[in-house]
């Protein structure tokens, strides 16, 4: 029998140790821009598969986007992860080009 957790909990009972609401909580992610579908769709895979800070993601991000920068927001007393993930280092309109070709 498995117990569900809420990611509001502090105290996880499947291993028995003390971890934050952002430990155990998948982050959004803001992608810019929001119409690259390659970009979007390997942040995605990136923290599915594991990655769990946002350092990580921008390694991860960085073989493919060498611009890529993912910024996690901090506001104190909030309740959800927040990570700003811009694929050319900061924010950019949608419909332009990526840095390198997505034919790589």
């Known amino acids: 029998m498995s117990t569900k957790c809420s990611p509001w909990d502090s105290t996880s009972s ?30 995605d895979a990136a923290v599915d598969g594991g990655v769990s800070t946002a350092e990580g993601l921008q390694a991860v991000l960085r073989d493919r986007y060498p611009r890529a920068v993912v910024r996690a927001r901090s506001l104190t007393g909030e309740r959800i992860l927040i990570w700003y993930v811009y694929r050319e280092g900061r924010w950019i309109r949608s419909g332009r080009r990526p840095s390198i070709s997505d034919e790589v």
Request: glycine share 4%; net charge neutral; hydrophobic share 35%.
């Open 14 to 43: 499947q291993t028995g140790t003390r971890d934050t609401m952002r430990e155990v909580m998948r982050p959004t992610l803001v992608i810019n821009p929001v119409d690259d579908r390659s970009f979007s769709a390997l942040a």
